[in-house]
């Protein structure tokens, strides 16, 4: 004969009620892993336009944003955006008498849970060299 063990029920309580906690924690990391790599992902592709726009002081703002959002000046028909959901319209450039502003304005990372907006971030300012080599 069998006994029976009410210990069972508790276990299987237990692990229920931990996996809940877990599985919110881990989704939690990848949400700010994931929003942290876009960010950084961001951040280096409004440096390269920025650092376009300063060598490339009498280039069009279209050709700036071009190197924003898909990496290159000229990008090929239907190539994808280096981050999804960034378009051109995002990007916003500044090239004044002494250095070129570049920022991204109304747009924001569609993480898992949550949207972070990120309106007037990134911005990066580079002086203008007009190609000049270093």
């Given at each position: 004969?069998?006994?029976?063990?009410?210990?069972?029920?508790?276990?299987?309580?237990?692990?229920?009620?931990?996996?809940?906690?877990?599985?919110?924690?881990?989704?939690?990391?990848?949400?700010?892993?994931?929003?942290?790599?876009?960010?950084?992902?961001?951040?280096?592709?409004?440096?390269?336009?920025?650092?376009?726009?300063?060598?490339?002081?009498?280039?069009?703002?279209?050709?700036?944003?071009?190197?924003?959002?898909?990496g290159?000046?000229?990008?090929?028909?239907?190539?994808?955006?280096?981050?999804?959901?960034?378009?051109?319209?995002?990007?916003?450039?500044?090239?004044?008498?002494?250095?070129?502003?570049?920022?991204?304005?109304?747009f924001?990372i569609?993480?898992?849970?949550?949207?972070?907006?990120?309106?007037?971030?990134?911005?990066?300012?580079?002086?203008?060299?007009?190609?000049?080599?270093?």
């Amino acid at each position: 004969m069998r006994r029976s063990d009410r210990r069972t029920g508790n276990t299987l309580f237990e692990f229920a009620a931990s996996l809940v906690v877990l599985s919110t924690m881990f989704a939690g990391i990848f949400q700010v892993g994931y929003t942290f790599l876009t960010y950084s992902t961001l951040i280096n592709a409004v440096r390269a336009g920025a650092r376009y726009a300063s060598l490339h002081p009498d280039a069009k703002v279209l050709a700036v944003r071009n190197v924003v959002v898909f990496g290159e000046s000229a990008p090929a028909p239907g190539a994808q955006p280096i981050v999804n959901g960034l378009t051109t319209e995002n990007v916003v450039t500044t090239i004044g008498p002494t250095s070129a502003t570049v920022s991204l304005r109304d747009f924001a990372i569609d993480a898992m849970f949550t949207k972070v907006k990120l309106d007037g971030r990134p911005t990066v300012t580079f002086p203008l060299t007009g190609g000049a080599t270093q």
